[in-house]
């Protein structure tokens, strides 16, 4: 009898071992599945450019107009302009600009954003790459088409403070 009781406290004893040591097993397996998706957070992503740095806050204004015109410099390098479509392509942009700018400042006086304002802006961009379509070859437009949507692609996303803006 004392060796069935000896028997049953060994297979106890090896059970409960056996049980730590699956549980350890378990364990490394979810520490190293963990550190592969902190590699995987902490590599980086080639197909966007770094963001700038964040303070929480929003970059002013002169940084952006600043970028803004680093990207306008290097679209028109991509595009391979002639001076005078280069002239034309600025006259277009500058004129367009202005009327939206326009735009934003009468419905920021009345009513903010509206499906009428969208609605505008969507007419007013169309135009806007039609007459640049006057100015650029084909390929110079599929150029820039897809130019833009890149950029539109690597544009930072996210609440952008008080009123969405």
Not at 20 to 39: L, M, R, Y
Not at 80 to 97: C, H, P
């Amino acid at each position: 009898m004392k060796y069935v009781y000896l028997l049953a406290i060994c297979l106890l004893f090896v059970g409960i071992t056996s049980s730590c040591n699956s549980s350890k097993k378990a364990q490394k397996a979810t520490n190293e599945t963990a550190e592969k998706v902190e590699q995987v957070a902490k590599a980086p992503n080639t197909d966007r450019p770094p963001p700038p740095p964040s303070d929480g806050e929003r970059p002013s204004r002169e940084e952006m107009q600043a970028r803004r015109a680093q990207q306008q410099e290097a679209l028109i390098a991509k595009l391979n302009l002639s001076d005078e479509q280069e002239t034309k392509y600025r006259a277009i942009n500058t004129k367009y600009r202005d009327k939206m700018r326009a735009m934003r400042e009468k419905h920021r006086d009345s009513n903010g954003w509206s499906p009428e304002m969208r609605d505008e802006m969507m007419a007013m961009r169309d135009a806007h790459r039609a007459e640049l379509g006057t100015v650029l070859s084909e390929e110079q437009m599929k150029l820039y088409q897809e130019e833009r949507e890149k950029m539109r692609q690597n544009r930072p996303r996210g609440p952008r403070g008080p009123g969405g803006r």
